[in-house]
T-cell receptor
């Protein structure tokens, strides 16, 4: 079945770049998504990329897609303490979203 | 603009008691609606989704049920709660033709 994998934890220093990685299995996914969840809150859609694109940049966020390897990454430039949260990767499959387990990003001052 | 509401925000219930969680969406019509549970392990489990009034699809067998009495209202229910029903319940909506989903603030349910 469809599966989305992420590493569970990432720790960076304030001002550094963060790179969160994700692999997925459904090669027919039309869109791939990144969501952010702050403690005790719902998920916030950060950005998404259409499957025929290699890269999408939105201010401090850069999404890279390697469709051949089914690998998606989210780069956060100049990471701030306010970026500390859990980041979920998701693929669209059969009209539904399949989520990864989430990567907890910890930003140290 | 569209907004999604969930209530209550937190709930503590004894084992065996009934449950009713409500989700409403404003600013859109005929949305697809979803209920997820996020257990302590963090992963999101899709429980139910609905593409229209009275149309409910269940993803996993469980102690819960869902109903959609109105176009923008989605209700999650149980007749008798189990300890394992504890978790963070998230409602989401999407347009009929797009997959991106927008989430509500969630309900934290603790069953004692």
């Amino acid at each position: 079945g469809e599966d989305v994998e992420q590493s569970l934890f990432l720790s960076v220093r304030e001002g550094d770049s963060s790179v969160i990685n994700c692999t997925y299995t459904d090669s027919s996914s039309t869109y791939l998504y990144w969501y952010k969840q702050e403690p005790g809150a719902g998920l916030q859609l950060l950005t998404y990329i259409f499957s025929n694109m290699d890269m999408k940049q939105d201010q401090r966020l850069t999404v890279l897609l390697n469709k051949k390897d089914k690998h998606l990454s989210l780069r956060i430039a100049d990471t701030q303490t306010g970026d500390s949260a859990i980041y979920f990767c998701a693929e669209s499959s059969g009209g539904k979203l399949i989520f990864g387990q989430g990567t907890e990003l910890s930003v140290k001052p | 603009s569209q907004t999604i509401h969930q209530w209550p925000a937190t709930l503590v219930q004894p084992v065996g008691s009934p449950l009713s969680l409500e989700c409403t969406v404003e600013g859109t019509s005929n949305p697809n609606l979803y209920w997820y549970r996020q257990a302590a392990g963090r992963g999101l489990q899709l429980l139910f989704y609905s593409v229209g009034i009275g149309q409910i699809s269940s993803e996993v067998p469980q102690n819960l049920s869902a109903s959609r009495p109105q176009d923008r209202q989605f209700i999650l229910s149980s007749k008798k709660l189990l300890l394992s029903d504890s978790g963070f319940y998230l409602c989401a909506w999407s347009g009929a033709s797009v997959a991106e989903q927008f989430f509500g603030p969630g309900t934290r349910l603790t069953v004692l």
